[in-house]
């Protein structure tokens, strides 16, 4: 037995031998040499990545099916390899910096059959698609992407939360929220499905990043682990075949069948990126471009009214002003306070959430008798305020030219669009429909209820934000035991890879650990108020919430005016430290002012911030800290003003589940 069972171990690794010499392997490096990408071509296409000799992926095979038996992938005759190498800049207005640099070498892989494969090698990660020329219709009918890695790494695993563990059809509908489970793959839970991005954590201190990007006409992508192994695999959503109106308020689209296969086309089309961020230190992480580069370029049209900015927002506080003298509640008086509020401190906009538009009707033309649409927007007109209104899936998608045509000339300025919570191929084309026709409209776009940014913010520039993020309205309700600043300091390595998200920060209720509790109506957060501040900049948000209420708002003046006035839209961004799950430190550059923002979980930290990226010589420093007893009281914060030359190390010295921010305006 035993020699039988040596031979056939022989014959296996006669046989794999044999077919690795007889593979054609490609191999590309990046720019800075670092990393090189080995594909290697025979009867299967498989590529592995390794990064300053360490070897990050093992060989991963990769195909895609379509339902005519082709396969793009199996036994492929290569026409044609063709190298470049590119060193450009793109220019980007609103993002976390205005120059974004796009240095990569790529290999294109020409293959027999009407179908190409890319692959493009930075000094900060490897990306891969494949492109169709087919000039005729075709279907896809399964995707095969691997990430086989050669042990047993842990992971941070973002699992999908909704959805009954081990029916994996009804994961497919998801809100794409959840906290992260650090285990080894081996211990993935093989009832669930995760989102993306994952991190996986490789040897020596390096991360691997795991996203896609230009999801624009294809499902997006769910990892898995069948095999209990080391090895996850891609996961897509068949399309849809019967949708049916249901779900929460009857705004959403519940799938009730589906087809046997991805996603179909008429023609050639250019698939997702699947991509691997690779660093060899935390703090990188927490600033990376892979997605805004690989994304469709702006299309051909005019975004110069595009507006970034701060929203005063409704429903996480429940409208729950005070000191009025009419009743608040979804009505004008109510907004007019709201209005009032942000014109009074130069917040750019106010938005109308769930409630202004009758309720189980799907219909944002049925608005309620206490809302006087036309008033409130001339109102806030008047104040140099725009409205913003909240949308379900539902509602905006059954007539959503008329929807953005008669509000656009009544004067609103964009819509949150709200619960899709799904990403196969007939929801993500809606999201690129909604942007654009928002944008023929002069609208702004968030889209709330959805999965990661893909780089859309690039293609148009009017989606502004994306929710996708287990935020700060899970405090309403999440509980005791829910680990929130846990959460905060994990996902600007992980979730913010993606891209910007709204994550509704502000709180002027703030609770250390032992007094957190859920309450719907008075809502708090988890740690000190300086966190709250610090999330302003930390976090990346071009449109950013003010979660709190204005009666609130108006008795921590200096919070507010901090709030108010920090950018949301960047020149320069530095990531300056930071360890996922521990601890951030940021600093972002608007015209000649810097912003540094750093964060800690539950226990108490001393950070130095290096000073040296500042261009001037002196500076004044005005900065945000916990006071000496936040650590018992969380809103407990103190102001600090000093004067600084270049180069001198500031402190940020945080309580328990703290932050800090600092303000620094160069002397002249």
């Known amino acids: 037995m035993k020699k039988i069972l040596y031979l056939t171990t022989l014959l296996c690794v006669s046989m794999s031998l044999l077919q690795a010499q007889s593979s054609k392997v490609y191999r590309l490096s990046s720019p800075d040499k670092q990393i090189t990408v080995a594909v290697a071509i025979g009867q299967t296409v498989s590529y592995t990545v390794v990064h300053d000799g360490d070897t990050l992926l093992a060989p991963s095979t990769l195909s895609m099916t379509l339902s005519d038996g082709q396969v793009f992938g199996v036994a492929p005759k290569i026409q044609r390899a063709i190298t470049r190498s590119v060193n450009e800049t793109i220019p980007a207005r609103i993002y976390k910096r205005a120059a974004v640099p796009d240095r990569f070498n790529e290999l294109m892989l020409k293959c027999r059959g009407d179908y190409q494969l890319l692959f493009r090698a930075y000094d900060d990660g490897v990306a891969y698609r494949f492109v169709s020329t087919a000039a005729k219709p075709f279907q896809v009918a399964a995707e095969q992407a691997e990430f086989n890695f050669p042990t047993d790494v842990p992971a941070f695993i973002p699992y999908v939360r909704h959805g009954t563990e081990g029916d994996f059809d009804r994961q497919f509908s998801t809100s ?12 993935w839970d093989q009832s669930r499905y995760a989102f993306l991005p994952l991190l996986v954590v490789a040897d020596n201190g390096k991360k691997i990043g795991i996203t896609e990007a230009d999801l624009l006409d294809y499902p997006g992508m ?207 084309a809606f999201h690129r429909r909604a942007a654009e026709t928002a944008a023929k409209y002069n609208l702004l776009v968030d889209f709330h209820g959805t999965y990661k940014p893909t780089g859309l913010q690039r293609t148009y520039p009017n989606v502004v934000n994306f929710e996708g993020v287990h935020g700060l309205e899970q405090l309403k309700w999440g509980s005791p035991t829910i680990d929130q600043v846990t959460y905060d300091v994990t996902i600007p390595f992980i979730r913010m890879l993606a891209g910007p998200f709204d994550y509704t920060q502000g709180a002027m209720r703030n609770a250390i650990r032992r007094n957190y509790r859920p309450v719907n ?33 108006m008795k921590e003046e200096t919070c507010t005016r901090f709030i108010a006035t920090v950018p949301t839209v960047w020149d ?97």
């Open 521 to 553: 109506t008075e809502p708090m957060s988890q740690g000190t108020r300086c966190r709250q501040l610090a999330e302003y900049v930390v976090f990346e948000s071009p449109l950013n919430m003010l979660c709190d209420n204005p009666s609130n708002y």
């Open 176 to 187: 794409f929220e959840n906290t992260y489970q650090l285990s080894p793959l081996s211990a």
């Open 222 to 428: 769910y990892l898995y682990n069948d095999a209990g192994g080391h090895t996850l695999k891609g996961v897509f959503a068949p399309l849809p075949k019967e949708v049916e109106q249901g779900g929460h308020n009857r705004l959403q689209g519940i799938v009730k069948t589906r087809e046997n296969v991805l996603a179909k086309y008429d023609s050639g089309v250019a698939f997702p990126w699947r991509i691997l961020i690779i660093s060899d230190s935390d703090r990188q992480l927490a600033d990376n471009d892979m997605v805004y580069r690989l994304a469709t370029p702006t299309v051909a049209m005019d975004f110069s009214w595009v507006k970034p900015g701060k929203v005063a927002w409704d429903w996480w506080n429940d409208w729950n002003i005070y000191g009025v003298d009419f009743v608040a509640g979804i009505n004008n008086d109510t907004y007019k306070y709201y209005i009032d509020f942000a014109a009074r401190y130069g917040i750019e906009y106010v938005i109308l959430d769930e409630g202004w538009a009758v309720n189980l009707q799907a219909d944002l033309f049925q608005v309620i008798p206490e809302i006087d649409l036309p008033a409130l927007v001339d109102y806030a007109k008047e104040r140099n305020v725009g409205l913003i209104l909240w949308a379900g899936y539902h509602a905006f998608n059954r007539d959503m030219e008329r929807v953005c045509r008669t509000y656009s000339e009544m004067g609103v300025k964009g819509f949150k669009v709200d619960f899709m919570d799904r990403d196969d191929q007939l929801m993500v």
């Open 572 to 668: 320069e961004t530095i990531a300056l430290d930071g360890k996922v799950g521990e601890y951030v430190a940021i600093a972002r550059r608007k015209g000649n002012r810097w912003y540094v923002g750093a964060m800690t979980d539950w226990n108490a930290r001393s950070l130095e911030i290096p000073t040296g990226f500042l261009d001037g010589a002196r500076y004044r420093v005005a900065i945000l800290q916990d006071g000496i007893n936040a650590h018992r009281h969380a809103a407990d914060y103190k102001l600090v003003e000093t004067t600084i030359a270049k180069g001198d190390p500031l402190t940020a010295n945080m309580a328990p589940g703290g932050g800090w921010t600092a303000v620094l305006t160069p002397i002249e």
